[in-house]
């Protein structure tokens, strides 16, 4: 008998009206515009303009230490870490550059076509240090920096990124103040 009492029409319209005015008591008030700007003061990284970074092999090559020592040319490499190497091919077009960025290790950069102009982030002066077609640029892990493009012709590199194992190869950084751009 209790069972059919609640089935009467009045007693689950009642049973609705109740649930529904929870619910909307419950409601969260807060707009996704606040949520997207809450507590953000300023941009915590630069973005790149006309660059693309477009990987072409990355393996992981463990701890090594390799010593080559050919006719008297003499080479060493060492990582006491686990590390991946990457490599990818970067383009610049004229007027473009990396953003603000650094790297979990150690970079090396041919420069293949144009010149690369590259920023220190630690450097007062804002002094740019030119890299035409035909040479090579190190980065060293942890220093931000900016590669810029300022001729008219489009920037091509191969660069050989080592990184700890399974870690990205760049780190977006915010412009550290040197620099006008």
């Given at each position: ?19 529904a005015t929870g619910a909307l008591a419950c409601k969260d008030t807060t707009t996704p515009k606040q949520l997207s700007t809450a507590g953000i003061t300023e941009p915590r990284f630069t973005a790149s303009v006309g660059f693309t970074s477009t990987t072409i ?125």
């Open positions: 008998m209790m069972f059919s009492a609640w089935l009467r029409p009045h007693r689950v319209l009642i049973a609705v009206v109740a649930v092999g990355r393996g992981n090559l463990g701890t090594f230490s390799v010593h080559s020592n050919a006719d008297g040319y003499k080479a060493e490499l060492k990582s006491h870490d686990n590390t991946d190497i990457a490599v990818a091919n970067v383009t610049i077009t004229p007027g473009g550059h990396s953003g603000w960025h650094s790297h979990p290790g150690p970079v090396i950069v041919v420069v293949k076509t144009g010149t690369v102009t590259f920023y220190h982030g630690n450097d007062p002066t804002c002094t740019g240090t030119v890299h035409p077609a035909g040479t090579v640029f190190i980065e060293e892990g942890g220093d931000v920096g900016i590669a810029r493009n300022e001729g008219t012709v489009e920037v091509n590199n191969v660069v050989t990124f080592f990184v700890p194992a399974g870690s990205p190869t760049r780190i977006d950084a915010a412009n550290p103040g040197n620099c006008p751009f």
